[in-house]
């Protein structure tokens, strides 16, 4: 045993619920309650809960928070009103991905980041080497803040109960300020599931009243394992596997969330270059032979040689198929093209398919 | 949570069980591997005539979790494969030592380290957190 593992404010509640708890970035977080599959099956037909307390989160104050984010971000942020939210991502000046991150504008001059977990101390020590000249004040709130996402068709229903109108109201990847049944709480709409949804940030005091609360309104509880399977479906990014330091975005079909018509920021020289000549592409292939592809598995072009390797792979719940995402050599990137994915030593044939594999079903104006 | 171990089964610490009468045995894996694993949904396993020493990979179980190697306790070769259990994968967690068994094997007398459900009960307890 190394390090002891950090536990969210909600521990007590999953252990309540018989969670199978497993080590994940140096978390102590719930992989699943009942089941994966009934877990990703609530939140695709009706409503589930996941504690995601373990995230980062960052505000950006003062004068130059505008500026600042413009120059350490991809996205433009001056696009980005009061009370909306967009997704971005942290490049270095050669272009890899530092992390991927929600950017919440709560108010003039005022920013919420939400960044992944297993990155809090990367990005804080990141942004900072860019303070500075900008008139910015950085505050890592990550430790007092909890985080509850609420997923699903049923989640504006679930969430009318406890916060009124503003669930109805509220537009997709806006954010606002609310009260959850009396306790002040920030709600945008937003997720990671390709659902329509919400997330509910709050005190680590008020955590476990919404949590149960949640769960009284007939939200099921959901462990990282939904979590993933979830995200994967829609093809969203989970850093460490479709993005990294070594991984620009552009193979990682994330080139829309990179503004290089924004002024100069932080790896947008790279980036432009990067543009028009990157060499690997992430793609969305069905195992068509038998097996089922998993991250790491090395990925080779039928005659042999190898092309790259995947990403993340898994039966999808939804789909019923062993699918899988994989980052190859462009000239493999190719709908109905095939390549084998190497399972315990033995190539498997795989076929690219269209990407996403599933179609989120957000609310939209 | 308690996990069955039956005690007419040997365990092995790859969570595999085997069950020897006289030269053949039948193989599978053990309540808590199936409770570890969550929702079984794929089962990889050998053609009948493959030939594994004691130790050996002889397939795997998949979650949409995880994936997990499978291991014989002892060495033979493979008369019979439970298609039922490939077919209708939920058998491995419904009913691990019946209807969820994977192979049977004729004995080559190539066997590694097995444990009594006692001993194999205790490792568990020791892994578990």
């Given at each position: ?15 309540r ?12 977080m ?40 413009q ?5 433009d942020?001056s ?9 971005a991502?942290f ?6 991905v530092?992390?991927?991150?929600f ?34 004040t950085l505050t ?7 985080l509850?996402?609420?997923q ?22 806006g954010?606002?300020?609310?009260t959850?049944?009396g306790?002040?709480i ?11 949804g919400f997330?509910v940030?709050?005190s ?5 009243a ?9 939200a099921?509880?959901?462990g ?5 399977s ?5 093809c ?5 596997h ?8 552009y193979?990682?079909?994330?080139g829309?969330a ?14 432009t270059?990067?543009k028009s ?12 032979g038998?097996g ?6 090395p990925?080779q072009a039928?005659t ?14 939804t ?10 050599e462009?000239?493999?990137a190719?709908?109905g093209?095939?390549f084998?994915?190497?399972?315990r030593?033995?190539?498997v ?5 269209k ?5 989120s079903?957000?609310?939209?104006p | 949570?308690?996990f ?8 092995i610490?790859?969570?595999?069980w085997?069950?020897?009468e ?10 808590y ?10 089962v ?13 990979a002889f397939?795997a179980?998949?979650s ?6 499978l ?5 033979g ?14 058998l491995?967690?419904?009913d ?9 094997i ?11 459900a006692a ?11």
């Amino acid at each position: 045993m190394s390090t002891p593992l950090l536990r969210t404010t909600l521990y007590d509640d999953h252990v309540r619920l018989n969670a199978r708890m497993v080590e994940f970035g140096g978390w102590e977080m719930p992989v699943q309650y009942t089941g994966i599959i009934d877990e990703h099956r609530a939140v695709r037909e009706r409503a589930g809960i996941f504690d995601v307390s373990h995230m980062g989160e960052f505000w950006v104050t003062g004068p130059d928070s505008l500026a600042f984010l413009q120059y350490v971000t991809t996205a433009d942020v001056s696009q980005l009103g009061i009370g909306q939210a967009g997704y971005a991502l942290f490049c270095r000046p050669d272009g890899g991905v530092v992390d991927d991150l929600f950017i919440y504008h709560l108010d003039v001059d005022r920013y919420l980041l939400v960044v992944n977990a297993s990155n809090i101390a990367k990005d804080w020590e990141w942004i900072n080497q860019f303070v500075g000249k900008f008139s910015v004040t950085l505050t890592n709130e990550s430790d007092a803040t909890a985080l509850i996402a609420l997923q699903g068709p049923q989640a504006e229903a679930v969430l009318q109960r406890h916060i009124g109108q503003l669930a109805i109201d509220l537009p997709f990847h806006g954010v606002s300020n609310a009260t959850f049944d009396g306790k002040s709480i920030i709600v945008a709409r937003t997720g990671y599931t390709g659902e329509d949804g919400f997330e509910v940030f709050s005190s680590n005091d008020d955590a476990s009243a919404i949590w149960q609360a949640l769960i009284g309104s007939s939200a099921t509880a959901c462990g990282l394992g939904a979590r993933d399977s979830l995200r994967f479906e829609p093809c969203l990014a989970l850093y460490g596997h479709e993005l990294s330091d070594t991984i620009n975005p552009y193979e990682a079909r994330l080139g829309w969330a990179v503004k290089l018509n924004k002024g100069e920021f932080v790896g947008s020289q790279a980036l432009t270059d990067l543009k028009s000549n990157f060499s690997r592409r992430l793609v969305a292939f069905e195992v068509t032979g038998k097996g089922i592809a998993r991250g790491d598995y090395p990925v080779q072009a039928i005659t042999g040689e190898r092309i790259g390797h995947v990403t993340t792979g898994m039966p999808s719940p939804t789909l019923g198929k062993p699918l899988g995402l994989a980052l190859v050599e462009r000239a493999y990137a190719v709908e109905g093209g095939e390549f084998d994915v190497i399972i315990r030593e033995k190539p498997v044939r795989a076929v690219v398919v269209k990407y996403p594999f599933y179609q989120s079903r957000y609310k939209r104006p | 949570m308690s996990f069955k171990t039956p005690s007419e089964l040997k365990y092995i610490k790859s969570h595999e069980w085997i069950k020897i009468e006289g030269d053949t045995a039948t193989i599978g894996i053990s309540d808590y591997a199936q409770d570890s694993l969550g929702d079984v949904v794929y089962v990889e396993l050998p053609d009948v005539g493959a030939r594994f020493g004691a130790g050996d990979a002889f397939g795997a179980v998949e979650s949409v979790k995880a994936s997990s190697d499978l291991y014989v306790p002892a060495g033979g070769e493979v008369i019979e494969v439970n298609t039922a259990a490939t077919e209708q994968t939920d058998l491995v967690n419904t009913d691990p030592y019946g209807n969820g068994w994977l192979i049977k094997i004729k004995l080559s007398g190539d066997q590694g380290e097995l444990l009594d459900a006692a001993a194999y009960t205790a490792f568990v307890d020791s892994i578990k957190h």
